[in-house]
Nanobody, 115 residues
Framework: VQLQASGGGLVQPGGSLRLSCAAS????????MAWYRQCPGKQRELVAA???????NYADSVKGRFTISRDNAKNTVYLQMNSLKPGDKAVYYC??????????WGKGTLVTVSS
């Protein structure tokens, strides 16, 4: 399973970004998908998750600002990030969990929020 994340970059506070994670080598629709992030010196934390059935959950810190979605036809999961804050600066990682409960991680994409 390969996961390719993209869409990171530099954005001003209050701005928006959309991250994408394209999956290959798996039956994408059978996977639960999630976005995590890691700030320097901190542990990786869950940002948002979406099950194979489309149920979602979010970290309290991003509720109302971030939206996770998936397009099974494109084997892609998205993270729409609005009202970005400096505290959202991190490397964002995509994770797939297969029906056999195997976890797969992609390389991260850096999001920087700064004026």
């Amino acid at each position: 399973v390969q996961l390719q994340a993209s869409g990171g970059g530099l954005v001003q506070p209050g701005g928006s970004l959309r991250l994408s994670c394209a999956a290959s080598g798996t039956i994408f629709s059978d996977n639960d998908m999630a976005w995590y992030r890691q700030c320097p010196g901190k542990q990786r934390e869950l940002v948002a998750a979406i099950t194979r059935g489309g149920s979602t959950n979010y970290a309290d810190s991003v509720k109302g600002r971030f939206t996770i979605s998936r397009d099974n036809a494109k084997n892609t999961v998205y993270l729409q990030m609005n009202s970005l804050k400096p505290g959202d600066k991190a490397v964002y990682y995509c994770k797939a969990r297969s029906a056999w409960l195997m976890n797969y991680w992609g390389k991260g994409t850096l999001v920087t929020v700064s004026s």
